[in-house]
């Protein structure tokens, strides 16, 4: 018998396909809020979007195993490092079940901006995570104005110049 384990992100995909609702029908899309969180960060202190109001902010989902998110750490590093002075802030959210295996990750590829730990899925579900890593583009006022799932160092210039207007725009 071949047993298997749902990652916390995606068990209510699977539970949604289950009960005939489109997994679109769970998803933020573009121009709506962005649903508020409040998650364990690495500090004490716990992660909570409403409280960056006014920034704006790109929301990583991202998870040990996933070899793209790996890849997209670096690019993530130098566009807080870039941006942070005119109001830009990174929230890297971690969907692994075990801390552990976040922590490794984190160990071999340091992040230089601010990671949450979900290690229940429940943001994942609120936002519609299909894949890792998924990004959204969030505004001063707190609306998605971009997502995108995958990670390719290729294009990511395009999401530069989106977090440029954005940035740009008071």
């Known amino acids: ?8 992100g995606v068990a209510w995909l699977v539970l949604a396909c289950w009960a005939g609702l489109p997994a679109s029908a769970l998803a933020v899309t573009v121009g709506q809020p962005a649903p508020d ?4 960060g690495q500090s004490a202190a716990p992660v909570k979007l409403s409280a960056l109001r006014g920034k704006v902010v790109y929301v990583d989902f991202w998870a040990s195993w996933c070899g793209p998110c790996r890849q997209s ?8 490092a870039k941006f942070a002075a005119r109001g830009f802030h990174i ?3 971690n969907l692994d079940a075990k801390d552990a ?18 290690n229940k899925g429940v943001t994942p579900k609120q936002y519609g995570v299909k894949g890792m890593p998924t990004s959204y583009l969030i505004d001063r006022e707190g609306r998605v104005v971009y997502e995108h799932a995958g990670f390719n160092l290729s294009k ?4 530069e110049k989106q977090i440029e207007k954005l940035l740009d725009t008071k």
């Open 1 to 8: 018998m071949t047993s298997f384990r749902l990652l916390p």
């Open 37 to 40: 969180f409040e998650l364990r």
């Open 73 to 80: 750490f670096p690019w993530m590093n130098d566009m807080q």
């Open 91 to 93: 929230v890297a959210i």
């Open 101 to 118: 295996d976040a922590q490794k990750f984190l160990a071999e590829t340091s992040g230089k901006f601010q990671i949450a730990f979900d």
């Open 156 to 159: 990511t210039g395009e999401l």
